[in-house]
């Protein structure tokens, strides 16, 4: 096990001058922001999904804009832009009602950014699930009488969270990798940290492989999670293995 | 027989698509314990007039009585009309047991929750009392052992039956079915048709849309043969059949091969 002593594992422990509180501390951002602009995203992509399907024409058209413009720029992008852009907007606004620069917070242009994001992915994957009910089960409820708010609840929406859950626990994958892009705005979430910890102690591999652990736990964890959820919604629904 | 109750009554109902009238026109009056069979051929507008009847299709013109209330429409602002009072349509649609051709059960639901699911959330009825009505139709259609299974599990003949049960659990003023075996395969047609023939000799309102010339004559109070969106034919089976007096009628009459 050669290999095992190019690194010097004290480097990873939890207190100075170990790195290991300070990966740690970075997971904690990262899953922190993550769910954040995951939950907000999801929020957007259940409206965005209803506006979509049930809308008046013009906020469709809205809609469409919306998620063909998110999907098509690159995320780096829309961080660099929001960040930047924002903070200038924000203080020339701030300067012409005579206050001073204001410092725009990191975490929250990161949860705005990834929940906009999000949010163009979830309406995509829940219009999809609504679209893919098929439309007999809405006809029997029309013709049993049932009203259009019971029909949501009884047959929409039981339908509909099985088809989305395999796209949205996918999202939320997306959404804490996403937030490795935070860095580059100065935002010390896990990547930033280990590049921190690698730049200043030349190891590299120790800390890269370590931050790619720590993001491969956060993802395993969460698959469990996800799994016992559709498990949980999957009714009736023939399994395909 | 003229006290009977009127169960469905359709007055010079019409439904056009776009440019297509399919309806141009259609009366008929269902009292109660009759079983009208509405036969015709490829396109006549069969499917169409039996969805205008509880609205799955609003119609263009014309009026629609169910158990003597009249529908309540208005102008939709698109040149047509929608159901005017929801409230009212839904309470009407709930006691009007319908059978697709497609089955159309809940597939999230078990055979006995496809079942109490109008009578306890449109009807409001007692959950209790809703499974143990549900558990004594189920027992009739013979689907009783299959009562905690999810639809997907069945076979076609079992699903239109557990469709045919939940119809009947709404006690409907009168039940309509679309081509109920189209979608089956030839050898469980049977069981689905014998379930039918029974509620109608039972004296069930019916009003059924089929291909099935032998069972229609066998089972109808009365034949409506359409064509071209209007009734060309109508009276009852041994008048129609034997006695066909269209062209058109004996065309569609006549053996095909
Ligand atoms: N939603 C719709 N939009 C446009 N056209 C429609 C619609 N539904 C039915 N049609 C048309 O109306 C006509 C009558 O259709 P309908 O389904 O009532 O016929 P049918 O007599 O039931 O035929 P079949 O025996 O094939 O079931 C057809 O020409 C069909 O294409
Ligand atoms: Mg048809």
């Known amino acids: 096990m050669d290999f095992l002593n190019i690194t010097d594992w004290s480097l990873l422990a939890l207190n100075s001058p170990g790195w290991g509180g300070a990966l740690l501390w970075g997971a904690v951002k990262t899953v922190q922001i993550a769910l954040g602009g995951y939950i907000i995203g999801q929020i957007i992509g259940v409206c965005g999904a209803m506006g979509k399907v049930y809308g008046p024409p013009w906020l469709k058209e809205l809609l469409a804009i919306y998620t063909t413009l998110i999907r098509a720029v690159p995320e780096l992008i829309l961080i660099l832009i929001l960040f930047y852009a924002g903070t200038a907007a924000l203080n020339t606004l701030a300067a012409k009602i005579g206050m001073g620069p204001i410092d725009v917070n990191g975490a929250l242009a990161g949860v705005l950014v990834i929940s906009t994001v999000q949010g163009a992915y979830s309406t995509e994957v829940i219009r999809a699930a609504i679209q893919s009910i098929p439309s007999g089960c809405h006809e029997a409820a029309a013709a049993y009488g049932m009203s259009k708010w019971t029909t949501f609840k009884r047959v929409t929406l039981p339908l509909l969270v099985p088809r989305a859950l395999p796209g949205m626990s996918n999202l939320w994958v997306i959404a804490t990798k996403e937030t490795a892009l935070l860095s580059v705005v100065g935002f010390s979430e896990l990547a930033l940290v280990a590049k921190q910890a690698a730049g200043s102690t030349k190891y590299y591999m120790t800390f890269f492989l370590a931050a790619c652990a720590i993001y491969l736990t956060i993802t395993l964890i969460s698959r469990v999670f996800f799994n016992q959820v559709e498990a949980r919604f999957s009714r009736g629904m023939v399994k395909h293995k | ?257």
């Not at chain 2, 929750?113 to 009825?125: C, D, K, S, T, W």
Request: with cysteine; charged share 25%; hydrophobic share 45%.
């Open chain 2, 1 to 257: 027989m003229a006290d009977r109750k009127v169960a469905v009554q359709l007055t010079g109902l019409r439904k056009r698509f776009g440019d297509l009238e399919v309806l141009k026109g259609v009366s008929l009056t269902a009292h109660s314990g009759d079983v009208i069979a509405i036969i015709g051929g490829s396109g006549s507008g069969k499917s169409t007039l039996l969805r205008c009847i509880n609205f799955l299709e609003t119609p263009t013109a014309g009026e629609v009585r169910l158990h003597g209330e009249l529908v309540a429409m208005k102008p939709d602002g698109e040149g047509g009309f929608r159901a005017a009072d929801p409230a009212q349509l839904n309470r009407l649609r709930a006691r009007l047991g319908m059978v697709f051709q497609s089955f159309n059960l809940w597939p999230h639901r078990t055979v006995l929750e496809n079942v109490i699911e109008a009578p306890v959330h449109v009807l409001g009825q007692n959950r209790d009392a809703a499974i143990a009505n549900a558990e004594r139709l189920l027992d009739r259609v013979g689907l009783l052992a299959k009562r905690d299974v999810y639809p997907e599990m069945l076979s076609g003949g079992q699903k239109q039956r557990a469709a045919i049960a939940r119809a009947l659990a709404v006690d409907p003023h009168a039940m309509l079915f679309d081509e109920p075996t189209s979608a089956l395969d030839p050898e469980l047609v049977g069981e689905v048709l014998s379930v039918i023939a029974d509620l109608a000799r039972e004296g069930r309102t019916m009003i059924l849309v089929t291909h099935e010339m032998q069972f229609a004559r066998n089972v109808a109070s009365e034949i409506i043969f359409l064509r071209n969106g209007l009734i060309e034919e109508q009276g009852k089976p041994s008048d129609v059949f034997d006695n066909p007096k269209s062209e058109a009628l004996r065309a569609f009459l006549a053996p095909k091969y």
